[in-house]
């Protein structure tokens, strides 16, 4: 079956103003969370909430692949291994398989750990591209087609050169290992997660500096499909996306948040450029993961406002007589998402609101607003945040 990922990414090749917008479910997480990875369980004993099993965990990305919205599912290699290699779940699927093709320390989060998030991100790779491909150390070129032969691959850098040279040596590897091997892959890079005296002053022009810099010297064989990047904003996503139509650059989803949190992020990252997106933990905390989903895809294809889907979500788990965890009125508040898996990067409210939104825009509050041509994105941030304080209390 043709996969919607493969005529997605061909169409806005051929034309850059293409509206066709990738939607990820992220369920690589046990790469990372370990058992808490599947995340809290509907089910609570007295006080005390148990977090799903990794039998749960790919029940629902069987139910996600099945119900066919997105056009991608991420897993670690063994659950690849189980879903796609040993059941065949994608053979007639319009959905893609990739998976976590590394997994760099800055997104080992051990319980009771903490320590390696506070230290400069190193590279390493637990999976091998054969294991993705046909679960085994070796594979015949006839059995490359039985797993997934698509990856992410994420790199983290930290404005320090011996470091930094480590991390883009070790994705050159990559790279020359995958292209001989058929192996297609999209790349994730994170904010600097342990940076100290010399964080950049200015991270979001450094990370898309970097991005530019480091794919300069890579041919068309080896570059990634797209970008999975944090969100900061609309003016560092415009720089980016305009720079090279050739480029698709994707988000990714960050912390759980508000459903308006995840809704209104996907819609304001497509006005400014973004053609991808990827959630993990916001689909993974959602009350009904299909529902949540059903609404993404519809924002994703400009069918609905963020505000009016949050507003659908919660009446369709009225019908379905499921307890929101929160309120409407709660559910529609945007609030600064932390845009890293260890929690140590966090990303302000989004800057502007749709149309029909139900939440403030800027100057709503009754504060000047101030000369945004005027600012620097990281100006502009701040200014959103303080904005946000003033209006929530914080």
């Not at 479910?25 to 089910?43: C, T, V």
């Not at 590279?123 to 993705?132: C, K, V």
């Not at 995840?262 to 973004?274: D, I, N, S, V």
């Not at 200014?383 to 209006?391: E, F, G, P, S, V």
Request: glycine share 6%; hydrophobic share 40%; aromatic share 8%.
């Amino acid at each position: 079956m043709e996969k919607s990922l493969d005529r997605k990414i061909a169409r806005m090749l051929a034309d850059s103003s293409c509206r066709d917008f990738i939607v990820a479910d992220a369920k690589d997480a046990d790469m990372a969370f370990g058992l808490a990875a599947p995340g809290q369980s509907p089910e609570h004993h007295a006080c005390e909430a148990r977090f799903r099993t990794l039998t749960e965990y790919r029940e629902l990305i069987r139910d996600v692949v099945q119900q066919g919205l997105v056009d991608i599912s991420l897993m670690s290699a063994s659950s690849n291994e189980v879903l796609t290699i040993q059941e065949r779940l994608f053979d007639n699927s319009p959905v893609t398989p990739a998976i976590r093709a590394n997994d760099t320390t800055d997104i080992w989060l051990a319980a009771g750990s903490g320590r390696y998030t506070a230290q400069p991100s190193v590279p390493f790779r637990t999976a091998t591209l054969d294991h993705a491909m046909c679960g085994k150390a070796e594979c015949a070129p006839h059995e490359r087609c039985l797993g997934a032969d698509l990856g992410l691959y994420s790199i983290t850098l930290n404005n320090d050169v011996e470091l930094d040279h480590r991390t883009l040596s070790q994705y050159k590897a990559f790279r020359l290992e995958a292209e001989a091997k058929g192996f297609r892959h999209f790349l994730e890079v994170f904010a600097p997660n342990a940076c100290g005296a010399t964080c950049p002053r200015d991270i979001p022009r450094f990370i898309n500096d970097s991005i530019a810099r480091t794919l300069a010297g890579v041919t068309s064989r080896g570059r990634p499909l797209f970008l999975k990047i944090p969100y900061f904003g609309p003016a560092a996503m415009e720089a980016l996306a305009a720079y090279d139509p050739q480029l698709i650059v994707g988000i990714l989803g960050g912390s759980a948040g508000t459903t308006y949190d995840a809704f209104h992020m996907l819609w304001e990252a497509k006005q400014h450029g973004a053609r991808a997106a990827l959630y993990g933990r916001k689909i993974n905390s959602a009350e009904h993961q299909l529902a949540f989903v059903s609404y993404l895809r519809a924002i994703a294809d400009d069918q609905i406002a963020p505000d009016e889907a949050v507003r659908a979500y919660h009446g369709d788990l009225q019908r379905m007589k499921i307890r929101p965890q929160r309120s409407l009125a709660d559910d529609l508040v945007l609030t600064p998402t932390v845009q890293s898996y260890g929690g140590t990067t966090p990303v302000p409210a989004s800057s502007s609101a749709p149309a029909r939104a139900s939440r403030p825009t800027p100057g709503a509050d009754g504060a000047d607003e101030p000369d945004f041509s005027a600012m620097t994105p990281a100006e502009k941030v701040e200014w959103n945040l303080a904005r946000w304080r003033r209006i929530l209390g914080g």
